[in-house]
């Protein structure tokens, strides 16, 4: 069988993918140029891709002999789900090992933008800490007391529940779905309309996935709700933020400050209009980028694959039911 990836995974599963497959690497340009991807597709069985590879409706139709797409991600936005189910095209994914890291990444993001500490690092950097320890200087704010509002309960949003318990900080959410009494007990979460939560909270952070639904969804009319001290956290999809509404409310001071992982395109160049600005910090999509999270997303990204080319059930399967 043939398999395409767009670009290399750790040794340990290249090799296995090598001892049993005949494999095609991508080595250039990334994303993989669609024209290449294009004229690959049509010959492979198997295809393992990426979060920023765009497997549309014409890479799809062009994969006659596609079988699998093992994507190394636990979003499944980039790849036009209809198109694939209607060829019964399988369809792996990397949810729960990423869990945790992205979890972390959001309350060190929370963290950051709360006592501003990227900000303070800066203005190190630039020898602008002229005056020592003023009883104004650099002031951010307790988490202690204050509310979290966790916009999407799934698995991430509820690792950071559980993580910002021990802060002393309230939790309210809201979901798709409300969890069950025993659940927000169990998390101490308190269930908010979406309006209530970002009108209540003095930081809110992101855990829902981007579909059409979601698209833009965090826009001036949300914004314009949160409190002057709050804080705007995401480590999900750049693309559930409106980023010109969001420019505009941390230009005017509107909010006190926001923490973005993730962005409407990718990667953000240095004239980016964020870059330009102080009350926010900037991450380059690094939720689930720890070694032994990475590792694992290599592991079931190669099992997937591997299953689902050989009629086995694979570890994560988006479900096109
Ligand atoms: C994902 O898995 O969807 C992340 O955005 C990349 O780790």
Same mark, same amino acid.
């Given at each position: 069988?043939?398999?395409?990836?767009?670009?290399?995974?750790?040794?340990?599963?290249?090799?296995?993918?090598?001892?049993?497959?005949?494999?095609?690497?991508?080595?250039?340009?990334?994303?993989?140029?669609?024209?290449?991807?294009?004229?690959?597709?049509?010959?492979?069985?198997?295809? *393992?891709?990426?979060?920023?590879?765009?497997? &549309?409706?014409?890479?799809?139709?062009?994969? @006659?002999?596609?079988?699998?797409?093992?994507?190394?991600?636990?979003?499944?936005?980039?790849?036009?789900?209809? @198109?694939?189910?209607?060829?019964?095209?399988?369809?792996?994914?990397?949810?729960? *090992?990423?869990?945790?890291?992205?979890?972390?990444?959001?309350?060190?993001?929370?963290?950051?933008?709360?006592?501003?500490?990227?900000?303070? &690092?800066?203005?190190?950097?630039?020898?602008?800490?002229?005056?020592?320890?003023?009883?104004?200087?650099?002031?951010?704010? &307790?988490?202690?007391?204050?509310?979290?509002?966790?916009?999407?309960?799934?698995?991430?949003?509820?690792?950071?529940? @559980?993580?910002?318990?021990?802060?002393?900080?309230?939790?309210?959410?809201?979901?798709?779905?409300?969890?069950?009494?025993?659940?927000?007990?169990?998390?101490?979460?308190?269930?908010?309309?979406?309006?209530?939560?970002? #009108?209540?909270?003095?930081?809110?952070?992101?855990?829902?996935?981007?579909?059409?639904?979601?698209?833009?969804? *965090?826009?001036?009319?949300?914004?314009?709700?949160?409190?002057?001290?709050?804080?705007?956290?995401?480590?999900?999809?750049?693309?559930?933020?409106?980023?010109? &509404?969001?420019?505009?409310?941390?230009?005017?001071?509107?909010?006190?400050?926001?923490?973005?992982? *993730?962005?409407?395109?990718?990667?953000?160049?240095?004239?980016? #209009?964020?870059?330009?600005?102080?009350?926010?910090?900037?991450?380059?999509?690094?939720?689930?980028?720890?070694?032994?999270?990475?590792?694992?997303?290599?592991?079931?990204?190669?099992?997937?694959?591997?299953?689902?080319?050989?009629?086995?059930?694979?570890?994560?399967?988006?479900?096109?039911?």
């Amino acid at each position: 069988m043939r398999v395409l990836l767009t670009r290399k995974l750790h040794e340990f599963a290249m090799k296995e993918l090598k001892r049993r497959y005949d494999v095609y690497v991508h080595n250039g340009a990334i994303p993989m140029p669609k024209d290449k991807l294009l004229s690959k597709i049509s010959q492979m069985d198997g295809l *393992v891709c990426f979060p920023y590879d765009i497997i &549309d409706k014409e890479i799809i139709e062009s994969a @006659k002999k596609l079988r699998v797409i093992s994507t190394y991600s636990v979003g499944y936005d980039h790849i036009d789900l209809q @198109k694939a189910k209607s060829r019964k095209i399988k369809i792996g994914y990397t949810p729960d *090992v990423l869990t945790n890291a992205t979890a972390d990444l959001a309350v060190a993001l929370l963290l950051d933008s709360m006592r501003r500490i990227t900000e303070g &690092d800066r203005i190190i950097r630039e020898g602008n800490w002229k005056v020592v320890f003023g009883p104004h200087d650099y002031v951010g704010t &307790d988490l202690e007391g204050k509310t979290i509002g966790i916009l999407g309960m799934g698995r991430i949003g509820r690792a950071v529940a @559980k993580r910002i318990h021990p802060f002393g900080m309230k939790t309210a959410y809201h979901s798709r779905n409300r969890l069950p009494k025993s659940e927000e007990k169990k998390l101490g979460a308190k269930y908010m309309s979406l309006d209530e939560l970002f #009108e209540k909270s003095d930081a809110i952070t992101i855990h829902i996935p981007y579909t059409k639904d979601t698209h833009g969804i *965090v826009n001036m009319n949300l914004l314009k709700k949160m409190k002057k001290t709050s804080h705007l956290i995401n480590t999900s999809r750049g693309k559930i933020i409106n980023e010109k &509404d969001l420019i505009k409310i941390l230009r005017s001071n509107r909010i006190a400050g926001a923490a973005l992982d *993730v962005f409407e395109r990718e990667p953000i160049g240095k004239d980016h #209009e964020f870059v330009k600005m102080k009350n926010i910090v900037l991450a380059p999509h690094i939720g689930s980028s720890t070694a032994e999270t990475r590792r694992e997303m290599a592991e079931i990204t190669m099992r997937n694959l591997i299953y689902g080319l050989e009629g086995k059930k694979m570890v994560y399967s988006v479900d096109t039911d």
